[in-house]
């Protein structure tokens, strides 16, 4: 498949354009609708972190680049300007805690990294954070 | 977004249309947060018109929960997609909440 990017201001307004983005350019990619769903949904959690949490509601890019893997995966490179953050060290969330007793922050890490095959990040040549969501073709 | 809200039994039942996420929740929290300090703890969540839901979603929904459930209320959820319920489970929050297949067996679990 050929690569595909989209530049957008980082605003929550935008979270529809990027799922939208997401769905139109992985058609020609074997994936089930169900695995679709969950990458849209991994895709809008990160790119509402960096929203959030890495720009912090100030303007700045996102920039989102649809690529296939070597491996015939899929990888959904999410970058952007905010100051350096890697999400992957995150550690998972402790599920066996009362409610009240868990902490909120890193419920959305958790869910990309279940919701993908494979989480990684990198500083780009820009200086800027890169985090890929790696998706795998369905066997089938 | 647009919300119907009702009543059954004493029991507010809110009705959601669309994501309950980052850009739809506040809306949400708005409306469950007034019904609360009107005096309504008993509520019900019928997420059947809810495409969408995300961890900013839950963080809303698990607070109003806490809070319900101080007050000797709760919240339960009915008609989830599979794909709602899968949020829930992979977050944990199927520990917390009492998800149910429908309005109705919902009400009857109060």
């Known amino acids: 498949m050929k690569n595909s990017v989209l530049e957008i201001p980082a605003d929550l307004n935008n ?61 959904v490179c999410i970058r952007d300007q905010a100051p350096l953050f890697d999400p992957t060290n995150i550690p998972p969330p402790d599920l066996s805690l ?3 007793k868990r902490p909120f922050g890193g419920m959305g890490v958790h869910l990309i ?28 | 977004m647009k919300i119907t809200e009702s009543t059954q039994d004493n029991i507010r039942i ?11 929740a506040v809306d949400l929290e708005i409306t469950l947060q007034e019904a609360f300090e009107a005096g309504s703890h008993h509520m019900i969540l019928d997420l059947s018109q809810v495409t969408y839901i995300n961890s900013a979603g839950l ?44 309005v109705e067996s919902a009400v009857q679990a109060f």
Request: aromatic share 8%.
């Open chain 2, 59 to 102: 963080r809303i929904l698990a607070a109003r929960l806490t809070q319900n459930q101080g007050s000797g209320g709760d919240l339960l959820v009915a008609s989830p997609s599979q794909k709602i319920r899968r949020v829930f489970q992979i977050i944990g929050f199927d520990r917390f909440f009492r998800l149910f297949d429908s």
């Open chain 1, 15 to 75: 979270l529809e354009v990027v799922r939208d983005f997401v769905r139109e350019q992985v058609t020609d990619f074997a994936l089930s609708e169900e695995a679709l769903e969950d990458l849209i949904l991994a895709v809008n959690e990160a790119a509402t972190n960096v929203i959030v949490h890495g720009y912090r509601y100030k303007p700045g890019m996102i920039q989102i680049e649809i690529k296939g893997g070597l491996d015939d995966s899929l990888h």
């Open chain 1, 113 to 140: 990294k279940t919701l993908t095959d494979e989480v990684k990040y990198c500083i780009t040549s820009q200086g800027g954070n890169e985090l890929t969501l790696v998706k795998k073709q369905r066997e089938d």
């Open chain 1, 98 to 100: 009362p409610l009240e």
């Open chain 2, 14 to 24: 809110f009705r959601p249309q669309g994501r309950v996420d980052s850009e739809g």
